[in-house]
């Protein structure tokens, strides 16, 4: 799962070896701006058949690839 | 014109909101105009003429800054305090303030700190404002846009423009007493809409502060608040907002008009909001800064969505657009060329004579030749795309020759050649920065990238790849076919 999630974000935010540096804050790294985040999260919802509402989740789950992979896990169960 | 209307305004709302801020803190037009005598008054002190930068992020006192020099007849240069150092002293070396209000430190001219300006701002009033400086042929406004020679340029923008502009925006959008929210910074053109439309009209201004954190859940709760009734949007803003399906008519009830521009408005998203917002009236709206916010306007339907390419609409009255080939001469309708803008929306040129070749006059009236090209069909325009090496970027205008020379500046780069990355819709989605660094020069991608900021704001900032060699056509020009296919 992390892995398919962090190709998506490398393919959509154009960042490169984002595996060697996974920890990093996606915001703060600007991995993620308004556009990026609005094609990720569309795409998470078309590739893993899920809805994410962004207002009910924790602002600080879009820094941080392990708790978008948690929030990816727990939409699918 | 619009400033006696503005005036009008700011002494008779009285306690009416005219200004509230993402901390929910609001600001009547009694205290709006007490802020804007203050300043009147300390520009008329210090006898302030030509130009003066306000420098901010979204501030009351940027609002009052502005309205004031344009009472005192003096152009105001709006800038956001995103804006990196290096762009800030570009843009004052060329416009050569008389004085900066905001906190930058330079010593090129006199500064009022924000601190100071907040204190001149709520002295008690001892100048009224009784004449409006201001003439129809005066800069009312300098806006700096992406350069292609890697300095911004200054567009300089006049009375009577606005004047025009807004008294169409009113028209096209019906506005009465409204709630207007703003999700622009003053800096970037899309704002004069909501900025103006709001003093026109009585309406409270609401301001949607800083988004950076997607934290949706304030951002929704300050959207529910504020009971707008209309909005001024790039449509890449609404798709975001639009992430959340609590973004809909139960959230904001009043809302009765989006206002587009900035961007091309793709089918998708306004078939979404017609679903979220069954009634709204949705319009798009199409225009360079060179010419005033928007010169083209078109209310859509629900019927327009079935249409593949969104139409941008038929020019405002006192506009003309002239689709055309290389020698200027108008095309019949259904055939591509380059929109040329004449009449009264198009700006005074640019600052310095910069671009001198943009600006022309066709027919014994100001014109100015875009670069878009597009296409007229049963009256009304559809963008194509441009034809150079300007992109549209979340609403923002950059010249890809801005950010490669702006690279070039960096020790270590040798080449640079950037390239947008687009959809299957042709919609930029990124921007890639291919760099050859000098020989016996150590460096990584992220030096570049971080240096690069300091020289650009954020939305220009390319993701940066490091490449042995620039690749070359047959024709010795860069291949940045090869470079997409390739590397993007």
Redesign the interface.
Known sequence: MKEKILDIIEE?????NLRERESIDL?DH?V????????F??TLEDEFDI???????D?ST?RDIDKITELVESLME | MIFDVILNTLRTEGASAAYTQDDGQTFSYNELYKFVCNIYGYLLSKKTDGNVIVYGHKEVYMKACMLACSFAGITYIPVDSSTPEERVSDIINQAEPSLIFGDIETTFCKTVSSDEINRIMNRPVQTEINEISLKPDDICYMIFTSGSTGQPKGVKVTYSNLDSCIKWVKEITGSKKEVILNQANFSFDLSVADFYLSLVTGSEHFIIGD????????I?RRLEKSGATIAVFTP??A??LM????FSAELLPKLHTILFCGEKLSTKTVQKLFRRFPDLKIINSYGPTECTFAVTSVLLTKDSVLEENISIGSPKKDVEIIICDENLSPLPDGETGEIMIAGASVADGYLNNYGRKAFIEYDGRKAYLTGDLAYRQKGLLYYKSRKDNQIK??GYRIELTDIESNLLKIDSVEEACVVA?RNKNGDV??I?GFVKIKENCSTD?QSIEKELSSKLP??M?P?V?IINDIPLTANGKRDVKKLSEEY?
């Open positions: 959509i935010s154009g960042i490169e915001l600007e993620f701006d308004s556009l990026a985040l609005v094609m999260l569309n809805e994410i509402y962004p207002t009910q989740i602002p879009w | 988004i950076s954190g997607f934290d949706f859940s304030s929704f890449s803003f798709d975001l992430l959340d399906r609590s970027y979340k990355k989605t990124g890639f991608v954020l939305y900032c993701k790849r993007i």
